[in-house]
């Protein structure tokens, strides 16, 4: 079973900067796609970034010029560079790994907050 652990969530002030980290349990080169994906409190989750296993980055408008992400398949880890953050970034991150088989198999890490103060 794929394990994804985040790391690097906390508290920070609007305008700040936070980096969150997703190391994998295997060799990351094996997954078609991995990303970010938030869930604020009462709202659905959303996507925010994602990456291709040949590096094309994908993100959400609401994070666009914000927000980079990036991999180090040497690492098997995925990083989320968040700078400019505002209250509305307010959410719990969860890493997300996408395998293509035979079908699609998708993995999730535990999720990791983070809370912009205003």
């Known amino acids: 079973q794929v394990q994804l652990v985040e790391s690097g969530g906390g508290l920070v002030q609007a305008g700040g900067s936070l980096t969150l980290s997703c190391v994998a349990s295997e060799s990351i080169i094996s997954f078609y796609r991995m990303g970010w994906y938030r869930q604020a409190p009462g709202k659905q989750r959303e996507l925010v970034a994602r990456?291709?296993?040949?590096?094309?980055?994908d993100y959400a408008d609401s994070v666009k010029d914000r927000y980079i992400i990036s991999r180090d398949n040497a690492k098997n880890t995925v990083n989320l560079q968040m700078d400019s953050l505002a209250p509305e970034d307010t959410a719990v991150y969860y890493c997300?790994?996408?395998?293509?088989?035979?079908?699609?198999?998708?993995?999730w890490g535990q999720g990791t907050q983070v809370t912009v103060s205003s």
């Open positions: 997300t790994a996408e395998r293509r088989t035979a079908y699609i198999q998708n993995y």
């Open positions: 990456i291709t296993s040949d590096g094309t980055p």
